[in-house]
């Protein structure tokens, strides 16, 4: 006869041998089979508890009438019933105790969240007025730090280029080379670098503080959708603002570097710019342009995904803000190598004019 079952996991045996002897000492053993998890049988007698260890198994048993005086007896054949159960729990165990690191499902987030904001923008589910509150932040305020860095750079190279190229007698390819160089790599990158750090690190902190205070869940209540809302306008500002700014800063670096070579080194102002103007084409200020479009999206959506995926209170939304600045500067550069090999291929003679 079938002893225990699934509904009934607790059994309870008489030895026979024993209680015909003497009804008083009867002889109770308790079988526990409650869950997978029970790795140990208890057997009571009186007062002693016995404890044999087991593997974890699902077992069931049977019992076996005793033909002779009617009592069931305890020896009995025992059927594994679990071996598929054990598999399966196994898995679920191993599974439920893994977790992806937080880089994998947060770079994860930045393609799910540009997916979401180039899906909003070509449905046209733009809210505008954050957007031109969002591109007054990016653009106008963060000028002067953008040209005051522009301008230290354009004359620290302005020093080294006019120092060896007058040694070789070429003064009038010092304009070109500080075109070309401004316009192709630092305008773009110098200008990128500036607005990681100052606006890219406002996006996360803004956005971290009203995840971990449960903000952007009551726009979800309210019936707002916090891409619609918060991220969209911050990453259009962004690339709206970020190829002007790059513009501006090209003009303002060549024009302290020809002011530097002017009134330090004795080469004329109209030397510098005639140099320029024969050196640089309008494919490289339009790629310098196409270069701050993409950096300015790059810097974007990291630091709004880095925000909205912060945990952990005031101590997360420090986290965020530092790991969003360093992986967009990272993504910036990374970003600028693939563009240059693509825009700028083979031998340029740029310069042959210059000469």
Known sequence: MLATSPNYPVCYFVDSRISGVNKNCQKE????????????????????????????????????PNANDGYPCVSASIEDTAASHELNYEAETLFSKWSPPKYLWRGLSVLILAGQVITRIVKGNVHWRNTLQQLERVG???VGVCLLTSAFVGMAFTIQFVREFTRLGLNRSVGGVLALAFSRELSPVV???????????AFAAELGTMQVSEQTDTLRVLGANPVDYLVTPRVIASCMALPILTLMCFTVGMASSAILSDSVYGISINIILDSAQRALRSWDIISAMIKSGV?????????CAWGVTTLGGAKGVGESTTSAVVISLVGIFIAD???SYCFFQGAGNSLKNCV
């Open 295 to 303: 950096f300015g999206a790059i810097i974007s959506t990291v630091s």
């Open 337 to 339: 190598f693939a563009l």
């Open 29 to 64: 053993i308790k079988l526990l089979c409650s869950s997978p998890l029970s790795r140990k049988l208890f057997f009571a007698q009186g007062t002693q508890i016995h404890k044999v260890l087991r593997p974890s198994q699902l077992k069931r048993c049977y019992v076996v």
């Open 191 to 201: 200008t990128s670098i500036v607005v990681a750090g100052r606006i890219g690190s």
């Open 140 to 142: 106008p305020k963060s």
